[in-house]
């Protein structure tokens, strides 16, 4: 069995990473290791980010490890929140300030477009997509690993499923059910960080044989 760092504290997360890499592999957190400090997220984009947290880990450990990082595009929002997505509603990583301030976002948005306001974006359709960024290190080698799930966003939280900006992110395909109104199984098939973790799976299963 091999142990792989996850720089993430996030147990919706781990579980997520750990049901796609399977039995071969444990998955410890920062934490475990020692490492109980917040760790930097100063890149421009998401994979710029994911890098500099799995290097955190590698650099203070030693250990094979890997981060990721994900942002929201909204096309009505011209691709906001994007690398702000986890504080778009402030400092505190509060998913529900986040989801709040979006839905105000995209009313204003609207309304701006319905008045015919000079300068509102040229959309205003509510379709989205969630990207995901991972960066593997591997016995000292970087990796990078993407994934894109679309959808739309509702115009209101519904579900109780999921975390982050699950109630109110409509994945494609799923009959404008939100991400927290399907099951995990259903969302895992078909997310961002989940086809990111499967690019990242199969290459491991490969390194490894």
Same mark, same amino acid.
Request: hydrophobic letters at 35%.
């Given at each position: 069995?091999?142990? @792989?760092?996850?720089?993430?504290?996030?147990?919706?997360?781990?579980?997520?990473?750990?049901?796609? +890499?399977?039995?071969?592999?444990? @998955?410890? *957190?920062?934490?475990?290791?020692? !490492?109980?400090?917040?760790?930097?997220?100063?890149?421009?984009?998401?994979?710029?980010?994911? @890098?500099q947290k799995a290097e955190y880990i590698y650099d203070r450990c030693g250990c094979d490890c890997f981060a990721d990082d994900t942002g929201l595009e909204v096309d009505l929002l011209d691709g906001a929140p %994007?690398?702000?997505?986890?504080? #778009?509603?402030?400092?505190? &990583?509060?998913?529900?300030?986040? =989801?709040?301030?979006? +839905? &105000?976002?995209?009313?204003? &948005?609207?309304?701006?477009?319905?008045?015919?306001? $000079?300068? /509102?974006?040229?959309? /205003?359709?509510?379709?989205?997509?969630?990207?995901?960024?991972?960066?593997?290190?591997?016995?000292?080698?970087? #990796?990078?690993?993407?994934?894109? =799930?679309?959808?739309? !966003?509702?115009?209101?939280?519904?579900?109780?499923? %999921?975390? %982050? #900006?699950?109630?109110?992110?409509?994945?494609?395909?799923?009959?404008?059910? *939100?991400? /927290?109104?399907?099951?995990?199984?259903?969302?895992?098939?078909?997310?961002?960080?989940?086809?990111?973790?499967?690019? =990242?799976?199969?290459? +491991? $299963?490969? #390194?490894?044989?």
């Amino acid at each position: 069995m091999r142990t @792989l760092v996850f720089a993430t504290a996030n147990p919706g997360k781990i579980r997520e990473a750990q049901e796609i +890499l399977g039995a071969g592999f444990k @998955l410890v *957190t920062p934490a475990e290791m020692g !490492i109980v400090e917040d760790i930097p997220e100063t890149g421009n984009t998401l994979q710029e980010n994911s @890098l500099q947290k799995a290097e955190y880990i590698y650099d203070r450990c030693g250990c094979d490890c890997f981060a990721d990082d994900t942002g929201l595009e909204v096309d009505l929002l011209d691709g906001a929140p %994007g690398v702000h997505t986890a504080r #778009y509603g402030g400092n505190g &990583r509060d998913f529900n300030a986040n =989801m709040d301030k979006l +839905l &105000r976002e995209m009313q204003r &948005r609207e309304e701006e477009i319905a008045a015919g306001a $000079q300068g /509102a974006s040229r959309t /205003a359709a509510r379709t989205a997509r969630f990207r995901t960024s991972v960066t593997l290190i591997l016995d000292g080698r970087k #990796y990078f690993f993407d994934g894109i =799930m679309e959808g739309t !966003i509702a115009r209101a939280k519904a579900g109780c499923g %999921g975390f %982050g #900006y699950d109630p109110v992110f409509q994945p494609e395909g799923k009959g404008g059910l *939100t991400a /927290a109104e399907i099951t995990e199984e259903e969302k895992n098939a078909i997310s961002h960080r989940g086809k990111a973790l499967r690019a =990242m799976a199969a290459f +491991l $299963q490969e #390194y490894t044989q």
